[in-house]
C-alpha cells in the first residue's frame, strides 16, 4: 500500500524513533499553513510498512507534542491498518504562530523543513493569519466609503448600502472596521508621494506631488496618471520615409509594477509605497519584502502569493490588477531581473529609461486647464494630430486649435516637421 508523496503538510515516517524529526516538520508546518499530519509507519517514498506500538506509545507521542512544540498544540491521534500493517496518524492545527520544536524555529517549503531567519520570527508573530488587513481593527471608526461605492457603480455593480461594508470585507469579526476600510475610505492618513530628481541621484528636488488622504484606489490612479505625463516620446527620423518613435518606458510595465507595489506593500507597516522619478529611471519602492516562505524563483515567475487577499479581490473587481500573475514576468522579459531589488524589508523596481531626459518640471501657472489638457497629449504622444488631441482630451477641435496658439506663443511648444509628417516638441 501507498499512501502517496510527502508535501507541505504531510511527512512519512518509519518510526516513532524519529520523533524529534517530526515534531520539527509538524512545526514547519504550522508556521507555513496552520496545519500539519505525520505518519508513522510508512517509508519516505510513501510505502506503508508498518509499526508495532501499544496504549504507551500513543500517551508518549502526544505528550511529546503537547509539551515540545511551542506554543502547545493538542494534537488528534489515530491510528489505521493496511494490510495487517499497523499506522499512527498525527494531526495538528493552529494560528498562534510562530511554533518552535525544541527551541527551533522552522518553515515548511515544499517537503523540507527550514530555518526561519530570526528576523522573520517576529512577522510570523504579526502576521497570525494570512489576510491581516480584514483583522486588525482600524484606529478611526468614522468612515465613509462613498468614493469606493462609486468606483463600483462605474464597473457595472449593484450597490446596497445595507451590506456593502460587510461584502467587500471591511469590517472585523466583531462587526468594528478593519484596517483595509481605513485604507480604501473617503479620508484617511495615508499620503502616496511622486518625487521627481533633477538629475541621477536625489541631489536636487525638482517636484513633490503627495496623491492621498482618500480611497486608496482613486490615489493609485492619481500618481499614475503623472507618471504617464512624463513619459514622453523621441522622434528619430532617418530620410524622408522612416520615422521612429522611442518611448521613455514601458506603460504596461510601469502599470504592473505600481499596482503591484499598493496590492503587496504590507500596510500593516503604516508606510505607503513611493514612486521616485530620475533623469534616467523610475524607482518604485514597496514596504515588507517577500512573505514569509515564499521562493523568490516563484516570485520571478509569477506565481502568486498575495500579501492582501481581499485588497486583490476588490482591485481585480474593479479592473485594476489582473489574477494572473503576469507582471513581474512582463517586467522580466523586458527589463531583465535586475529591474528588481528584493530585501526583507522592501521590493524596488527599477525600470530605466530608453535615453536619458532632462527632467524638468515644466512651468504651468500662465496656463489654463484647456491648454494644460493639449500640452499633456503632446507630451505624451508628439507626432499626435489635433482632432486626437481633442478625442483624447474631451475639447472641442476649435479649443484645441486656440490650446496649441497659446502655447506656441508662450514658447511652451513648437513644430517640427511638416503639419502632415512632423511632431511637436515640448520647449
Not at 495538528?92 to 520570527?121: C, F, H, M, T, W
Request: hydrophobic fraction near 35%.
Amino acid at each position: 500500500m501507498n499512501l502517496g508523496i510527502e508535501s507541505e503538510t504531510i511527512e512519512f515516517k518509519l518510526s516513532t524513533s524519529q520523533t524529534s524529526r517530526a515534531l520539527e516538520a509538524l512545526t514547519a508546518m504550522l508556521n507555513k499553513h496552520g496545519r500539519g499530519t505525520v505518519y508513522f509507519g510508512v517509508r519516505d517514498d510513501g510505502e506503508v510498512v508498518g509499526q508495532n506500538f501499544g496504549d504507551k506509545t500513543i500517551r508518549d507521542l502526544s505528550e511529546a507534542v503537547m509539551t515540545r512544540i511551542k506554543p502547545q498544540v493538542v494534537p488528534t491521534i489515530d491510528t489505521d491498518e493496511f494490510e495487517s500493517k499497523r499506522i499512527i496518524i498525527v494531526n495538528v492545527e493552529g494560528n498562534n504562530k510562530p511554533y518552535s520544536a525544541d527551541g527551533q524555529y522552522l518553515i515548511r517549503s515544499g517537503s523540507e523543513n527550514k530555518k526561519i531567519d530570526p528576523e522573520l520570527i517576529k512577522e510570523l508573530v504579526f502576521t497570525n493569519s494570512a489576510e491581516i488587513m480584514t483583522n486588525l481593527e482600524s484606529y478611526n471608526q468614522e468612515l465613509t466609503f462613498q468614493q469606493l461605492k462609486q468606483l463600483y457603480i462605474l464597473h457595472g455593480y449593484s450597490i446596497d448600502d445595507r451590506t456593502f461594508e460587510k461584502n467587500t470585507g471591511l469590517m472585523c469579526r466583531n462587526g468594528k472596521y478593519n484596517q483595509l476600510a481605513d485604507l480604501l475610505s473617503d479620508n484617511n492618513d495615508y499620503s502616496i508621494k511622486v518625487v521627481r530628481f533633477a538629475g541621477k541621484d536625489k541631489s536636487k528636488m525638482l517636484v513633490r506631488n503627495e496623491y492621498g488622504y482618500r480611497c486608496l484606489l482613486l490615489a493609485m490612479q492619481q500618481a499614475l496618471e503623472y507618471i504617464s505625463s512624463i513619459n514622453e516620446t523621441k522622434v528619430e527620423l532617418s530620410g524622408k520615409a522612416f520615422r521612429r518613435e522611442i518611448r521613455l518606458f514601458d506603460d504596461e510595465c510601469v502599470r504592473e509594477a505600481w499596482s503591484n507595489a499598493c496590492l503587496h506593500t504590507k500596510w500593516s507597516k503604516m508606510i505607503p509605497p513611493v514612486i521616485n522619478v530620475y533623469s534616467d529611471r523610475i524607482e518604485i519602492v514597496s514596504t515588507g519584502g517577500l512573505p514569509v516562505g515564499y521562493p523568490l524563483e516563484d516570485f520571478y515567475q509569477g506565481i502568486s502569493h498575495p500579501v492582501n487577499r481581499q485588497l486583490q479581490k476588490i482591485m481585480g473587481q474593479l479592473g485594476i490588477v489582473e489574477q494572473t500573475g503576469h507582471g513581474v514576468p512582463l517586467i522580466v522579459s523586458k527589463y531583465g531581473r535586475d529591474a528588481f531589488e528584493v530585501t526583507s524589508s522592501h521590493i524596488t523596481v527599477t525600470l530605466k529609461f530608453s535615453y536619458e531626459t532632462e527632467a524638468r518640471e515644466a512651468d504651468l501657472s500662465s496656463l489654463n486647464e484647456s491648454q494644460k489638457k493639449v500640452l499633456n497629449a503632446i507630451r505624451t504622444s508628439p507626432a499626435i494630430l489635433t482632432s486626437d488631441i481633442a478625442r483624447v482630451t474631451g475639447l472641442s477641435i476649435s479649443s484645441v486649435n486656440k490650446g496649441i496658439k497659446a502655447l506656441k506663443d508662450q514658447n511652451k511648444i513648437r513644430r517640427i516637421g511638416s503639419n502632415k509628417s512632423g511632431y511637436w516638441e515640448i520647449i
